[in-house]
């Protein structure tokens, strides 16, 4: 295995249907790298500040989701937009290897970064071999 293999690559962001809303959904383009410690993701949500994020982890299932802000100044209403959703949507299976009790999120500049270790019974051991 090398060091840190590239599992997915980044793809456009689409406009999804959201399965419980009547808005639409846009799915933050996402880059997942494994290394042997674990797996980190960088999510691209621009415009989604902290408090308009949740990341969740329940059974095998990782749910990013978040909104973002588009200030609007007051007393002005938009002609035209170039963005249709402001609510972004995405869920990924995760491996049994991973531990999900460990996992750091950061976010900034817009990109959310999450570290997920894997179990320390899945991690590879180094053996000493002795001579004689």
Do not use: C
């Amino acid at each position: 295995m090398t060091e840190r293999t590239e599992l997915a690559n980044k793809t456009d962001t689409e406009i999804q249907p959201a399965a419980k809303q009547d808005e639409p959904v846009l799915r933050p383009a996402v880059d997942i790298f494994e290394d042997e410690g674990g797996i980190t993701l960088h999510a691209d949500m621009p415009g989604v500040s902290r408090d308009h994020l949740n990341v969740k982890v329940e059974g095998d299932t990782l749910t990013i989701e978040g909104d973002a802000e588009i200030p609007m100044p007051e007393g002005m209403e938009p002609l035209y937009a170039d963005v249709r959703a402001t609510h972004y949507q995405r869920s990924f299976t995760l491996s049994s290897e991973m531990d999900t009790e460990k996992v750091e999120a950061s976010l900034k500049h817009g990109v959310l970064t999450l570290r997920i270790p894997k179990r320390e019974e899945h991690k590879p051991k180094k053996i000493q071999v002795q001579l004689g």
